[in-house]
């Protein structure tokens, strides 16, 4: 099928990019010395998923149980669900998994390990853990150091429960102001990280796992000595946010949107037909040189102003060049995460044709 063939709007996941952006991430894990565990909400795309496993990714990161279970079932085999589990349905959903692959959950409390450790001995299972440690983004997670290690001996307390290691997020880098805060951000989550680990180890609890990372300090966490794993995610698309923060270029972003102009009200605008329910309406930290709800490819010159639910406005200044209704046009997202969500499918495309049409599996999954 040529790609003029598809009805607009539509999700593009462009072929060769998409493969160099997994490439290239496979690349820094090896040379760094730690293994690549790349987060697959971005895609939630087990075919993909799959190409991240056979560039060397060791095992995924999901969300969530039921991201796990569309993984598991695609055939993958070491899957790390990087949130937390405290609800005894969820956790059995969890057991399950974990008798047929090798499971991995998140936890930063005691009544959470609690109710792991309830579910592991009635279902006659072990679950592996990591803490959750709160490097900065405060959202989950307990403070490094001493708090890291409270947990550790409650955990190692418990029965069913294998401490296998800790995790952290860096998610705060996504509001710095500067790449060189961008790098210390990722510096020093690898730094907190590996510092809670030497002090656990002191105390006699020796960790397999000393996992960390986001796209944007995925390079320099991973750079800390001690760390072992990093779980990037968003690096597979790209999008204007990650270019914004200078860790990809407008060439990298594999992942797009074609729209078509169906409106021309005046001279200083276009509409596409692409609204907040195909592009999502996330915009992305403070460096971000996304310039309203992405790039428009074509019309960099173009901002896509505003989004409602069916329409983008794209507005233009007197010197622009300007397109035709009928016209279709490209946009690289301010985040691409959500777009992949809100696919039913995408397509897969290299130069103007389209290889593949491939359903969102994990599209909706969010329980
Ligand atoms: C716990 C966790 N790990 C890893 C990632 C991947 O980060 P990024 O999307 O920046 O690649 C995320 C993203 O939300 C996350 O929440």
Known sequence: ????????????????????????????ARAAGVSLRPHTKTHKLPGIAHWQAEAGAGGITVAKVSEAEVMAASGLTDIFIANEIVVPSKAR???AL?????????????????????????????????????????????LPGAPVLELARYIKGLPGLVLEGIFTHGGHAYSATTFEQRDGIGLSEGQVMVETAGMLASQGIHLERVSVGSTPTARAASSVSGVTEVRPGNYVFYDAMQVGLGVATWDDCAL?????????????????????KVLGSDRGGNLSAVRGYGHVVEY????????????????????S????????????????????????HVYLVDGDRVEATWPVLGRGRVE
């Not at 074609?258 to 692409?274: G, K, L």
């Not at 960099?300 to 010197?319: K, N, Y």
């Not at 060049?321 to 039913?344: F, K, M, Q, S, Y």
């Open 1 to 28: 099928m040529k790609l003029l063939d598809v009805e607009t709007p539509a999700v593009l996941v462009d072929l060769p990019r998409l493969q160099r952006n997994i490439q290239r991430m496979a690349d820094m």
């Open 93 to 95: 959903r969890l057991a």
């Open 98 to 142: 974990a008798r047929r692959v090798r499971m991995s959950v998140g936890v930063d409390s005691r009544e959470g390990a609690d109710a792991l450790s309830r579910v592991a001995v009635e279902e006659g299972v072990e679950l592996r853990v990591l803490i959750e440690v709160n490097s900065g983004l405060n959202r989950c997670g307990v």
């Open 256 to 276: 797009r949107v074609t729209a078509t102009v169906i409106s021309r009200p005046d001279p200083y605008r276009a509409v596409v037909d692409a609204g907040s």
């Open 300 to 319: 960099p010159q173009g901002l896509l102003a505003r989004l409602s639910e069916e329409h983008g406005v794209i507005t233009f200044d007197q010197s």
């Open 321 to 344: 060049e300007t397109p035709h209704i009928g016209d279709r046009i490209t946009i690289i997202p301010g985040h691409a995460c959500p777009v992949a969500n809100l696919a039913n």
